[in-house]
Every structure is written in structure tokens, then in C-alpha cells.
């Protein structure tokens, strides 16, 4: 027993995290086809915020962020959930959902690189493998024969997705690198809060006032990606790695972007191409090694979704 839970009950809280996070990308998908994506990202983090502030107080956990503490706040609500959340909002909207997440997915590529530039941490022959594995699942992507190069839609989105990880990898880098003196949970409202008002104001500017067509699809889609896949998505995963061996987490969560393509199939009816699959599995293989080798970073696994 670890943080008050059993091996098996922190299990059974990884697995809702592969669910949440993985049904999360063909979810964002169908909102923002009713949507505006700034205004989907900026509902979602409301949403997130309002489901956030009771279950850190009734945890004893709601606080005021302390000076040190700010500028992870706003590195996270910038990067992460305003720039990665609506760059993949907007990507969503010319590019299929199982193609994103593969894209998505070479985010831990960059931060090995971008942690052995600015932290100097070493770039291992293992990990210098896995880099190279990861680069050759993107090439499989952007190959002319599974990729219409003539398609500007196509390319604009993909370029919007991968975009989108190199913002999530710079958050995860200055994370590794930022002096903590509240937890990560703790200040996931905060991050939200401030993303959700962010979002509204860049929403209101570009896409003008919200006019949405509700229904009870949208309303549930909606819930879901700001209740399970943002608010109880971290609080699971915060439990989860109190639980759990860092390196077990970190594999688990490689069942992540595997189970979006396959969700992306069965809620879209997206075309199960076997080139993604290939794509995923060199992405995957050269993270595990990096894994393997010296650990998923803290970020990655508090902020995988």
C-alpha cells in the first residue's frame, strides 16, 4: 500500500488514465465540428476548472500558488493547455484523429533532445536509438505514399499537431527543470483557470462571440473531455504515481496513443491504416528505450493528455 492505495487499485487508476486520454483525441475531434476549436479548448478548461477546485477542497489540497511557483503555472497554462490544447483542437479539424495522435506522440522525442540542450542531461547511446527509431516512425508518416504532399489541408494540420508537441516537449523541459515547492495537482487548477481565461479572450477575439448549436451529444462530449479526461485524468494520475514504480507508469502509458487509434476506429470509423500502426510502433519502441534507459519525465507522466 502506497499513498493509500493498493497496487491493484492504483492499476485500475492507470487504466482509466489510457482510457480517458486515449478516447480524449477522437472526442476533441467530433466537438470541434460543432465547435470553434479556441472556444472547444476554452469550454473543456472551464469545465476542468469548475470539476478541479471542490476535489482539491474536499482533498485539503486547494491552495493560493506561492511566488516560486508562478511561473510553472504560467509556463504550463501557456504551452500546454492554451498553445498544445488548441493547436490539436485546430489540427483535428483537417487531419484524422489517429494521424494526431502518432504526431502527438513524438512529443517525449523532443524532450530528450531539448533536456540534453538546456539541462544538459546525457543523451545516452540507448536513448540516441530511440530518438533515431522515433524519427523513422515520423518519416513513415510523412512519406509522399501514405501522405497527399498536394493536400495543403493535410500538410497545414499535420504541421499544426506537430507544432503542438514541440510546445507540450518545451512545457515538459522547463518542468524538469523548475524548483516545485506545492505539488503538481495542487496547482492544476490554477493552470487551468488561467488557460480557460486565456482561451475565452483569444476565442472572443478571432472567432467572435460563442454561437453553438447544443445538444446533448455536444453537452456530454464536452463533460467528458473536461471532467474524465482533464480533471479526473490528473488527479488519477497523481494517485497512480504515488502507487506505482516511476518506469512501470511510464510503460503503461505507452498503451496510450495505441488505444486513441483504436478509438479514433471504432467512435469515427476512421480507416484502420497500417502505416500508422507501423509509424506507432517505431514511435513507442524508441520511447520505451528512452524509458528504460533514465526514466519518463516528471511532466510527461502528470501531463500526458
Wanted: charge should be positive.
Amino acid at each position: 500500500m502506497a499513498g493509500g492505495l493498493s497496487t491493484r487499485g492504483a492499476a485500475v487508476l492507470l487504466s482509466g488514465v489510457v482510457l480517458a486520454w486515449g478516447t480524449s483525441w477522437p472526442a476533441t475531434k467530433m466537438v470541434v465540428q460543432d465547435v470553434p476549436p479556441l472556444w472547444a479548448t476554452a469550454l473543456r478548461c472551464m469545465i476542468a476548472a469548475a470539476t478541479l477546485a471542490p476535489m482539491l477542497w474536499v482533498q485539503g489540497q486547494f491552495i493560493i500558488p506561492r511566488r516560486g511557483d508562478l511561473p510553472v503555472v504560467l509556463c504550463t497554462s501557456l504551452l500546454h493547455l492554451v498553445a498544445f490544447s488548441a493547436l490539436v483542437a485546430t489540427g483535428l479539424q483537417f487531419v484524422p484523429a489517429g494521424r494526431a495522435i502518432v504526431l502527438g506522440y513524438t512529443t517525449p522525442l523532443w524532450v530528450a533532445i531539448g533536456a540534453a540542450v538546456f539541462l544538459s542531461e546525457p543523451l545516452t547511446r540507448r536513448r540516441a536509438t530511440g530518438i533515431g527509431f522515433g524519427l523513422a516512425g515520423l518519416a513513415v508518416i510523412f512519406n509522399p505514399q501514405t501522405l497527399n504532399w498536394s493536400d495543403r489541408n493535410a500538410l497545414f494540420g499535420s504541421g499544426l499537431i506537430l507544432l503542438a508537441a514541440f510546445c507540450w516537449a518545451g512545457n515538459i523541459v522547463y518542468v524538469r527543470a523548475h524548483k516545485w515547492i506545492s505539488t503538481p495537482f495542487q496547482l492544476v487548477f490554477w493552470q487551468v483557470l488561467m488557460a480557460a481565461a486565456l482561451l475565452s479572450a483569444m476565442a472572443w477575439i478571432t472567432e467572435g462571440p460563442p454561437r453553438i448549436a447544443w445538444s446533448g451529444r455536444l453537452v456530454a462530449l464536452l463533460l467528458y473531455g473536461g471532467i474524465v479526461c482533464t480533471a479526473f485524468a490528473n488527479w488519477a494520475m497523481t494517485m497512480a504515481n504515488r502507487s506505482l514504480p516511476a518506469v512501470t507508469t511510464s510503460l503503461c502509458l505507452l498503451a496510450t496513443p495505441m488505444f486513441g487509434i483504436v478509438s479514433a476506429v471504432v467512435m469515427l470509423n476512421e480507416p484502420l491504416e497500417p502505416s500508422l500502426f507501423l509509424a506507432m510502433s517505431l514511435i513507442i519502441g524508441g520511447i520505451a528505450l528512452g524509458t528504460v534507459a533514465g526514466g519518463w519525465p516528471q511532466g510527461m507522466r502528470a501531463k500526458a493528455g
